[in-house]
């Protein structure tokens, strides 16, 4: 029936002229004429009037704005594409329903684009399913089953669904990004349910928080080119302080391997006596001596390029308190952190590694001096 149909229904209803007798509704007092006016039989085919008792009865199944209970309106809703802002519910007389249909359907429409799956069950059992997949793989379903909530859960979702015309215009919208924003849609419906396993039906009433998460999503994916580049100057930074710090390490090595050269060579010069020579005492003390400033100098240096790498990822982060996309800052701060912390390790585990290289240098040297003394060799 049309609006203004319901209007006069409820005025007539409001003035005792129209009244429920069983599963009829009936006109007591009224004309024939304005009977059929309000009834006529090729709309209502139980449409009839009793001259006699100037009575009209027309069954309530032939009213359409007429329910037996929330429930009822809901699923006529789902199943027939009902449309008006105000009901006739049993027990409870006029209610408005506001943009419940209107909102409803574009749910239904929004899921139509997300889902890899969407089937409605067979009468008399009113429930859909809706199965959204993202190209990570990733899951949800929605069960929409009206039959499984009280008549308060149904009476509050009439009254706080919301609309989600914003976001289905969007991704309905035919350009060049469509294929993103129907994945992006996916994903930020996924990321919604998992937020909310409990109450997964309320994703009817929270279209701004779905169309928050669309936005911040897309805008991620628009800037992902930028994004990308921002992490893969982050990374060579690292990988920059990773390999000189290495070179540092290496080549300390192989200088401490003048030391045991120098001893080797000096003893080779001796002559037959079996005393320490000058020769080797003074080989050995020089060997010692460049390789301990050596050390000395690699470890500031491996200071000096953590104190640099570390003041390039304060840059970093200043330039991430920037960006307004919270799931990108999100990412690349975790990122820097990691960053941090890999710079901080190295730094000390590369020091730690040069300082045993000297002890043990230390050690052998004392003890080859000690073995020459003690044997006169």
């Not at 006069?8 to 009244?19: R, V």
């Not at 037996?68 to 009902?82: G, L």
């Not at 943009?99 to 089937?119: P, T």
Request: proline letters at 2%; a negative charge.
């Amino acid at each position: 029936m049309t609006t203004m149909q319901i209007k006069t229904f409820e005025k007539l209803y409001n003035s005792g002229k129209l009244i429920f007798d069983g599963k009829y509704l009936a006109s007591r007092s009224v004309s024939e004429h304005d009977f059929f006016s309000w009834f006529p039989e090729s709309e209502f085919k139980s449409s009839e009037f009793d001259s006699s008792n100037c009575e009209g009865t027309v069954d309530v199944e032939d009213v359409d704005f007429i329910f037996e209970s929330y429930h009822s309106f809901v699923c006529a809703v789902d199943s027939n594409n009902y449309q008006s802002d105000k009901v006739f519910i049993m027990n409870e007389e006029f209610v408005e329903v506001g943009q419940f249909s209107k909102s409803y359907l574009n749910w239904l429409e929004l899921f139509r684009l997300a889902s890899d799956h969407h089937y409605k069950s067979e009468p008399p059992k009113n429930e859909r399913t809706v199965l959204v997949v993202d190209g990570s793989g990733a899951s949800e379903a929605l069960k929409i089953e009206f039959e499984a909530y009280s008549t308060d859960e149904i009476k509050d979702l009439i009254g706080n669904i919301s609309d989600p015309t914003p976001l289905l215009d969007s991704c309905k919208q035919k350009d060049a990004h469509q294929n993103e924003k129907l994945s992006v849609l996916r994903t930020s419906i996924i990321k919604w349910l998992k937020k909310n396993p409990d109450s997964k039906l309320s994703i009817l009433c929270s279209s701004l928080e779905v169309l928050k998460i669309f936005q911040l999503n897309y805008e991620t994916y628009l800037r992902s080119f930028s994004f990308d580049e921002f992490i893969k100057d982050l990374e060579d930074d690292v990988s920059e302080f990773i390999n000189k710090v290495e070179e540092q390490v290496q080549g300390f090595y192989l200088q401490a391997l003048a030391v045991p050269g120098a001893v080797i060579l000096a003893s080779a010069s001796r002559v037959a006596e079996k005393s320490i020579n000058l020769a080797l005492v003074f080989s050995t003390l020089l060997a010692l001596f460049l390789v301990f400033r050596s050390l000395k100098t690699k470890v500031k240096f491996i200071s000096r390029i953590t104190e640099n790498t570390k003041f390039k990822l304060e840059v970093y982060q200043r330039r991430v308190d920037d960006i307004l996309n919270i799931y990108a800052k999100e990412s690349i701060s975790e990122k820097l952190e990691s960053s941090l912390t890999q710079i901080d390790k190295l730094n000390i585990e590369s020091r730690t590694e040069i300082e045993n290289v000297r002890d043990i240098i230390i050690a052998i040297f004392s003890t080859y001096v000690i073995v020459a003394m003690v044997f006169n060799y």
